[in-house]
């Protein structure tokens, strides 16, 4: 089963506008960490935003924020006032820790492009 | 302040062939990993390693290797390299499992032909 499920392959927005990229995710554990990742055009990857399983508040990160609910076991990411610069891939992702180790399993991503 | 550091950025070889990837970090992580990219696919864990002298398998293992002598840094091997495996690869590392982010390279460009 997949770990992390985002199911918009693609998304347009137009610019100055919000947009909510889908992200949902699927383990038994209690303690995990949820990520939101960009990949622009030439191929790094940044870190955008972080959620702790414990964490009560969503996180957020300038116009970045994580709509976080638990009991769905959804963590969408939600970027306001779009910004021609925010055209990429976006990767969801989920950190489970098992002992000693820790991964981050990733989803297949969604490309956001902003218009004017 | 370098980070994550892979070398190379582009390598093309004939099917068969061995090559390494280094992946250097300078931020005293203890956690490395190493992932590919496909199109349409994500990123997908290959191994990755909680100290100096260990390594784990990930999601997809099978045909590579890899080294952790030292701490700085983490060694990819394709021992013979199959077309299967054309793909950008990326290290990454963090401090420990409880922290925040990967701190990613900027990739590793392979094609195999």
């Known amino acids: 089963a997949q770990k992390i499920t985002q199911t918009q392959p693609g998304m347009f927005v137009q610019e100055k506008e919000a947009v909510t990229l889908d992200c949902t995710y699927d383990?038994?554990?209690?303690?995990?960490?949820l990520f939101w990742y960009k990949q622009p055009s030439s191929g790094e990857m940044i870190f955008l935003i972080y959620q702790g399983s414990y964490d009560e508040q969503n996180a957020t990160e300038g116009r970045y924020s994580l709509n976080f609910q638990k009991a769905r076991k959804s963590a969408n990411l939600v970027i306001s006032a779009s910004q021609l610069g925010d055209s990429a891939m976006y990767f969801c992702?989920?950190?489970?820790?098992?002992?000693?180790?820790?991964?981050?399993?990733f989803g297949t991503g969604t490309r956001l492009q902003v218009t004017l | 302040n370098a980070g994550v550091t892979q070398t190379p950025k582009f390598r093309v070889l004939k099917t068969g062939q061995s090559m390494t990837l280094l992946c250097a970090q300078d931020?005293?992580?203890?956690?490395m990993y190493w992932y590919r990219q496909d199109p349409g696919m994500g990123l997908r864990l290959i191994h990755y390693?909680?100290?100096?002298?260990?390594?784990a398998k990930g999601e997809v293992p099978d045909g590579y290797n890899v080294s952790r002598l030292k701490k700085q840094n983490f060694l990819l091997g394709l021992e013979s390299a199959a077309p299967s495996q054309t793909s950008v690869y990326f290290c990454a590392s963090s401090y420990g499992p409880y922290t925040g982010e990967l701190f990613f390279g900027e990739g590793s460009r392979l094609t195999v032909l």
């Open positions: 931020m005293n992580h203890e956690y």
């Open positions: 383990t038994s554990d209690q303690s995990y960490g």
């Open positions: 390693s909680v100290g100096e002298g260990t390594t």
């Open positions: 992702a989920m950190r489970e820790i098992a002992g000693t180790a820790s991964k981050l399993t």
